[in-house]
């Protein structure tokens, strides 16, 4: 693994109309990555790592471009009428809305969280275990 966050930039498409945003810059909408996937795409010649996941019950894609590329891109984005951006606070304010887990992501001190309660969000499997422990395990 290696960090690359001083060569990439996060962009953020939330909404109902994010997959069709997006699809306009591709060759076929069927490009448009889904919920759970990662994918490398183009937009506009600039290349994107893209990953899909709701937020709630509305589409969500993190873009991650070179910075030299980010202003370039956003500025593009918000050419659609339906795009507009928000703000840190508005966009924290909307996730937690629609991720019940945020706040306890985002404390300052440790938290407890019941059993139950991870595993409606999905963080820990009904067998047992979290996810991500198989692949902590096998290099520890």
């Known amino acids: 693994v290696e960090d690359v966050s001083s060569s990439l930039h996060p962009l953020l498409l939330w909404g109902p109309q994010a997959p069709v945003v997006l699809a306009d810059y591709l060759v076929s909408a069927d490009l448009v990555p889904e919920v759970g996937q990662v994918a ?6 600039i290349t994107c790592l893209m990953a899909a996941a709701p937020v709630g019950e509305q589409p969500c ?41 945020l706040d306890a992501v985002l404390a300052q001190e ?5 059993y139950e309660e991870l595993l409606l969000h999905g963080l820990v499997r009904a067998e047992g275990g979290y996810v991500g422990e198989r692949g902590l395990t096998a290099q520890g």
């Open 40 to 45: 490398s795409l183009e937009l506009d010649r």
């Open 61 to 101: 894609y993190l873009l991650l471009v070179p910075p030299r590329a980010a202003r370039v891109l956003w500025r593009s984005f918000l050419s659609f009428p339906v795009v507009s951006p928000v703000g840190h606070v508005a966009l924290f304010q909307a996730g937690r809305a629609a991720l019940a887990w």
């Open 110 to 114: 440790a938290v407890e969280l019941a």
